[in-house]
Nanobody, 122 residues
Framework: QVQLVESGGGLVQAGGSLRLSCAAP????????RGWFRQAPGKKREFVAA????????YYEDSVKGRFTISRDNGQNTVYLQMNNLKPEDTAVYYC???????????????WGQGTQVTVSS
């Protein structure tokens, strides 16, 4: 059983910052791409960002480009999402994922954690 544990969410004012973390206790996914997705109330889960196995390539959804940065620490089996200049429309539950394939069309392995809530007030 794969366990993904997201953390770092919270309530922040528009323009603020948060840093999300996703750990995979006891497992190593250094050869896989990693990604972040989000799901707002009443909406489908959507892609946010992805990073390749070595950390040298990243891909972002257009609305977060220039504001969000994905990174990973393979030694710690952890992936991060630095979110700056947050907007109310970023409000959602954020989930990390393990994936394969080109980053722009990353296919997840279907494992999801409980997510972490990000709420941005205007």
């Amino acid at each position: 059983q794969v366990q993904l544990v997201e953390s770092g969410g919270g309530l922040v004012q528009a323009g603020g910052s948060l840093r999300l973390s996703c750990a995979a206790p006891g497992r190593t996914f250094s050869s896989y791409a990693r990604g972040w997705f989000r799901q707002a109330p009443g909406k489908k889960r959507e892609f946010v960002a992805a990073i390749n196995s070595g950390g040298g390539a990243t891909y972002y959804e257009d609305s977060v480009k220039g504001r969000f940065t994905i990174s990973r620490d393979n030694g710690q089996n952890t992936v991060y999402l630095q979110m700056n200049n947050l907007k109310p429309e970023d409000t959602a539950v954020y989930y990390c994922a393990i994936g394969q394939g080109p980053l722009a069309t990353m296919r997840t392995l279907g494992f999801w954690g409980q997510g972490t809530q990000v709420t941005v007030s205007s």
